[in-house]
């Protein structure tokens, strides 16, 4: 009998073990998670991009506030691949405790239209945190594009039907949809030239292979001030504070046109309110830290303060707008 009674206990530590290691078990695991005390131990913010772009970069700014702020590494973990969406699935099915979270970008929206077999629903599968930042886009032609308006390239264009291409970082990118976008609204007939990202694309447009294109801002900018590109608008409903002078689509005749380029913050579905307050509370008051305010000044960003609620339906809005724009234009992806 006494046997019996050390093999029970010799079962019964060993299942407390196996559970303890499953993270099942223990107070210290649960208290760990507690949402009230977060964040204990360090939190990785998944990327679906290569670091140095720029969802990379203002990941990275906002990974240091928090890191700062809230007392452990928030630490920026590039996890490119399929449109960003091998990033996107990962946290999507991440554990909701705050401690894996996702910088998205609106490629996302995009990507939710344009995937058939996409895995994820931004509106079902994750928490919204709060907006990180917000790009214009801009639409530059090469020097030798005898356009200095959009109305002016407008005109070109139907002068040279079928003769003209604009380039893009990737088909289905924020930069073909606003290529596809700007079709729609003038029923332009121009052929789509896509690129394994900006810079190629850039180089083709510098040289006159491919005659305009819309691009960030931050890469784009650089070129227009040496001179190699002009500008013609801006993407966004209201001027940039980088380019004032430079009109907007709408300010230009294209209504409705305001396309932009943002980033922020996500958490799987499920995360506790008083996580996902906690980390847009210090996102919102990074924006008005000088240092911030000057290195979104470089990027061309602008900040923007939303509520979870604002940035949530702000997706929802993005989702819904952007699917209409990749029918229209026949792309998909498997």
């Known amino acids: 009998m006494q046997k019996n009674s050390h093999t029970i206990t010799r079962r ?36 679906g991009f290569s670091a140095g772009g720029t969802t990379d970069v203002v990941a990275r700014i906002m990974a240091k506030e928090l890191t700062a702020a809230l007392g452990q590494t928030f630490v920026v973990d590039n996890r490119p691949g399929a449109g960003s969406n091998i990033a996107t699935e990962t946290v999507a099915h991440a554990a909701p405790d705050g401690y894996t979270l996702l910088f998205v970008a609106v490629t996302s929206a995009i990507n939710q239209t344009l995937y058939t077999n996409v895995k994820f629903d931004l509106n079902r599968d994750f928490t919204p945190v709060a907006l990180g930042a917000k790009v214009p886009n801009v639409l530059v032609v090469n020097p030798g594009v005898p356009a200095k308006t959009v109305q002016e390239l407008i005109d070109y264009v139907k002068a040279n039907e079928g003769k003209v291409s604009y380039a893009s970082s990737g088909s289905g990118t924020s930069i073909h949809m606003a290529g596809e976008l700007f079709k729609m609204r003038t029923g332009l007939n121009t052929q789509h030239i896509p690129y394994k990202g ?90 008005d830290k000088p240092e911030v305010q000057q290195a979104y000044a470089k990027l061309g960003a602008v900040a923007e303060k939303t509520t979870p609620q604002q940035f949530g339906a702000f997706i929802k809005s993005e989702v819904a707008n952007w699917a209409p724009v990749v029918k229209t234009s026949g792309a998909t992806v498997d």
Not at 26 to 45: E, F, G, H, L, M
Not at 204 to 225: C, E, K, T
């Open 198 to 287: 900006s810079a190629p694309a850039m180089v083709d447009l510098i040289g006159g292979r491919v005659q305009y294109m819309f691009d960030n801002m931050p890469s784009a900018w650089p070129h227009v001030m040496d001179g190699k590109l002009r500008a013609l608008a801006v993407t966004t409903a209201t001027r940039s504070p980088t380019a004032p002078d430079l009109p907007t689509m709408e300010e230009s005749g294209i209504k409705p046109f305001d396309v932009t380029s943002w980033f922020g913050m996500l958490a799987p579905a499920g995360t506790p309110p008083e996580i996902v307050n906690k980390i847009n509370a210090v996102m919102n008051k990074a924006f």
């Open 12 to 47: 019964t530590t060993a299942l407390a073990m196996a559970l303890a290691a499953t993270g099942l078990l223990t107070n210290s695991a649960r208290a760990a998670d507690d949402p009230n005390k977060y964040p204990q131990r360090q939190v990785r913010i998944i990327v």
